[in-house]
């Protein structure tokens, strides 16, 4: 009998691959690499080929660049790669790379890493220049013993490099390029005119307009007006570069480089700020309210920038300025409509700036004179009504702060008076003391009090009779806190006729503005016509109006 009829009843089933669609990754490390050994096109070439040869398809591609391989994921092309293959819906049969060494060269996270992409996402590795693959257990097996492999010659390659850095460093050198400001002459330079057979670093002109940067941040000067300044000069810098600066030890001859591994070295080169200067600007960065020293990311001429949104599309606006004289903001949405908006009013303007209209606008929260005394009554009302519990509590707390005192006072006369042994006063007299102390902590943490309401109430009228002149001659640190706290979820633009609306307004202020849109009002009936002011203010203390003014 033929023994092939018996395997139709085999539970064996051969599974075909179907999937033809493989992803390719390329990649060097260096620079210098990419642009000279012409690697990327090779390794790219040897994929191609061996792609046809086994009727792939190469449905996407990622590298192509130069990347270190010292750590997965600080690598954006390879956290490009995972994430597609994650999000995919239809996935690639493989991911080919021309050696494993070009994948990782972290071991361990590497191996999890082709792991989960086998068994969770049915994505398997081909290595192009031996044509091994995860598909069997052997192959699998290979592909893992190269990517040890790479992670030993790493490792051995590091052992024999780093010594030499640290000495190198040690000796007060700098390891890499030199931060902005500097010329780098050295044997491992790219430009031909800075190549030299020991290593220097000399202050150029860019070097010199940072110096004077250091002195301006030492004078107090806000980042944003110390790159204005430098842009005056011709000299353009991030913000985000210019902060980095003021914490990079460099600058003041001192070499932080992690291969010391906390050792700190002086360097060779020229300091731009002295070390007391350094440290006085840095102290200011961990201690700014000690200090009065205000970091600033506004510009003086846009200070809405920070607070207003588009009424077309709501999306931020954000600013910039033309021909260095005109200053504009604009939606930040791309797709939007809305045109650029000047801040400011001038003679060739054909409308009204929005800063002016601004101004304006914050003319309906300040309050006539006429109604302050409705306006105190009010407040009264409110706050009393808001801090009945504080009050309530600050009462209580008086009550049994004199029962304390009380008591100390006849422990006193009993020690004085009725031999009362030291021992126990000692211990009933902190007690005491202790208690007294506790009482007074709480009291401490109380709000507004109701000896100090009347001087807040006068604070805030003053701050309501002159909002509008305070915003306009405010500086722009300034500026900001009254835009943040009359409107604290921001400001609305409408494009087409430029009006001005609020999602949230200050219930302090949303009360003045009843107050004056009322004015019609008698004022012997104006605490029965607000009678509820209390829930104009819930949630909004005194002590935020005057924030900062």
């Known amino acids: 009998m033929n023994l092939d009829y018996f395997k139709k009843f085999s ?4 599974e075909l691959n179907t999937n033809k ?44 660049t130069y990347e270190s391989a010292k750590g997965d994921f600080t690598r954006k092309e390879f956290k490009r790669l995972i994430s597609e293959v994650i999000k995919a819906k239809q996935k690639p049969f493989a991911i080919m ?17 082709v792991n989960e992409l086998i068994r969770v996402h049915g994505v398997h590795l081909i290595e192009v220049s031996t044509v091994k693959d995860t598909t069997t257990p052997r192959g699998e097996f290979e592909i893992i013993e190269s990517l040890q492999y790479a992670r030993k010659e ?27 400001g500097y010329n780098h002459y050295g044997k491992r330079v790219k430009k031909s005119d800075f190549i030299n057979g020991v290593q220097h670093l000399e202050i150029n002109k860019e070097g010199k307009l940072l110096k004077k940067a250091w002195k301006w941040k030492l004078n107090g000067m806000a980042d944003y007006q110390i790159r204005q300044k430098l842009a005056k000069l011709g000299f353009s810098i991030k913000k985000q570069s210019l ?74 606006m954000t600013g910039y300025k033309a021909k260095k004289r005109y200053d504009y903001y604009k939606c930040q949405n791309n797709m ?55 009050i309530e509590l600050e009462s209580y707390l008086n009550k049994k702060l004199d029962d304390l005192v009380n008591q100390k006072d006849k422990l006193e006369r009993k020690y004085a008076f009725e031999n009362l042994s030291q021992d126990l006063y000692d211990k009933f007299n902190k007690e005491l003391m202790d208690k007294i102390d506790a009482v007074n902590a709480e009291k401490a943490k109380l709000g507004i ?32 806190r009254i835009q943040k706290l009359v409107f604290p979820s921001g ?59």
């Open 11 to 14: 539970s064996y089933r051969e």
């Open 154 to 180: 790493n490792i051995e390659r590091l052992e024999v490099t780093i010594p030499g850095m640290i000495a190198f460093l040690k000796n007060g050198n700098w390891l890499g390029k030199a931060p902005r």
């Open 336 to 390: 939007c409509p809305t045109k650029d908006m000047n801040a400011k009013s001038s003679k060739k303007s054909l409308r009204p700036g929005l800063n002016d209209l601004f101004e304006d606008y914050l003319s309906q929260f300040c309050l006539s004179r006429k109604y302050i005394d409705v306006f105190k009554v009010q407040m009264k009302l409110a706050l009393n009504d808001k801090n009945k519990q504080s």
């Open 97 to 113: 790379i021309y050696k494993m060494s070009r994948f990782s060269r972290t071991g361990a996270s590497a191996i999890g890493l």
């Open 243 to 316: 902060s980095a600066m003021w914490r990079n030890a460099f600058y003041c001859g001192i070499n932080t480089n992690s291969l010391l591994k906390g050792e700190v070295v002086i360097g060779n080169w020229k300091p731009l700020v002295s070390w007391e200067d350094f440290q006085t600007i840095n102290e200011r960065f961990e201690n700014n309210s000690n200090t009065g020293y205000i970091k600033s990311k506004y510009c003086d001429d846009r200070p809405l920038q920070s607070d207003l949104f588009c009424g077309h599309c709501g999306f931020k």
């Open 21 to 64: 669609n493989v992803w390719l990754y390329t990649r060097v490390s260096s620079k210098n690499q990419f642009e000279t050994n012409g690697s990327i096109e090779n390794q790219k070439c040897a994929a191609e080929a061996l792609a046809r040869n086994n009727n792939f398809e190469i449905t996407n591609t990622f590298g192509g």
């Open 491 to 549: 400001i609305v633009i409408d494009p087409q006729n430029r009006q001005y609306r609020t999602k949230e307004v200050n219930s302090i202020f949303t009360m003045v503005s009843s107050i004056v849109m009322g004015q019609g009002a008698k004022t012997k009936n104006a605490s029965s016509k607000f009678d509820n002011a209390s829930r104009l203010v819930a949630g909004t203390g005194l002590e935020p109006v005057t924030f900062g003014l």
């Open 449 to 480: 009090s109701i000896s100090n309401l009347e001087k807040k109430i006068d604070k805030c009228v003053e701050v309501t009779q002159n909002l509008s002149d305070y915003w306009a001659h405010a500086n722009i640190e300034n500026k900001i």
